[in-house]
């Protein structure tokens, strides 16, 4: 099942959550994996854990904001293993916050970082993908992006956004044959909710909108990258899979 062998992907956010059970599972499927992210450490064990299991990994540690950085992720990238052909973004914050209370550096810094450090990986990811003729964008989206959820509105609007630049690239990049494609998730069991987890009151009245009646486990979103980022999906461009237990649907 190593339909990935000779492959190298990029996955931003890979340091934690769902980025390295990305990451881990691009491995699995025999990509070479460049992890990105802000925490050295974290990166560096995500890619020790690939190499011990006979995978190739870089670690590079990037403000996905930063131009310069991300231009920096990609040559490095090449450098170390001759090519790009798989960009996740999955680089992404969130605060829970009452519009009225929220500050415009917190907005920015949530678009910036979900956003912006979303168009700027494709930007320098695309460059290569257009010129070698072949590349999958994946981008993680949300399934907050498709109802209202208060308290989140800088996230919700970001996730949109890239809901928005997915479909424009598609279609930009068609021809190239370059796909590009998103995946919503609702909750996973990840660190960015460990404090929803923790409160078994608040946990039970989000557990209750949720048709599945549970939260996702990072393991099930990683069959839906492998087949986006495929040889099965060069036809699929555009598309945004939702993976949330129904919630958005009801």
Not at 14 to 37: N, T
Not at 215 to 234: F, N, R
Request: include cysteine.
């Amino acid at each position: 099942m190593r339909m990935l062998e000779g492959k190298v992907a990029i996955v931003t956010g890979a340091g934690r959550g769902l980025g390295r059970a990305l990451a881990l599972a691009l491995a699995d499927a025999g990509a070479a994996v460049a992890v990105a992210g802000r925490t050295t450490s974290r990166l560096e064990e995500v890619a020790a854990v690939i190499k011990t299991a006979g995978g190739s990994a870089l670690a590079c540690r990037t403000d996905v904001t930063d131009e310069a950085a991300v231009d920096g992720l990609v040559h490095a990238t090449i450098d170390a293993f001759g090519r790009v052909d798989i960009l996740v973004n999955n680089s992404g914050v969130l605060t829970t916050t009452p519009l009225l209370e929220q500050s415009a550096q917190d907005w920015d810094r949530i678009v910036d970082t979900n956003l912006r450090g979303t168009f700027l990986a494709t930007k320098a990811a695309g460059h290569h993908f257009v010129r070698q003729g072949s590349g999958k964008v994946v981008n993680i989206a949300s399934s907050f992006a498709l109802k209202g959820t208060p308290n989140h509105a800088a996230y919700s609007a970001s996730k949109a956004a890239i809901m928005a630049f997915t479909k424009s690239m598609a279609v930009e990049w068609a021809r190239h044959n370059v796909q590009v494609n998103a995946l919503a998730p609702g909750y996973f069991t990840t660190d960015i909710n460990a404090e929803v987890r923790a409160d078994e009151n608040v946990s039970q009245k989000v557990l209750r909108t949720i048709p599945a009646r549970r939260m996702g486990a990072p393991a099930e979103l990683a069959p839906w990258l492998l087949l986006l980022v495929g040889p099965q999906s060069d036809y699929t461009t555009g598309s945004i899979v939702v993976i949330d237990g129904g919630q958005s649907v009801q």
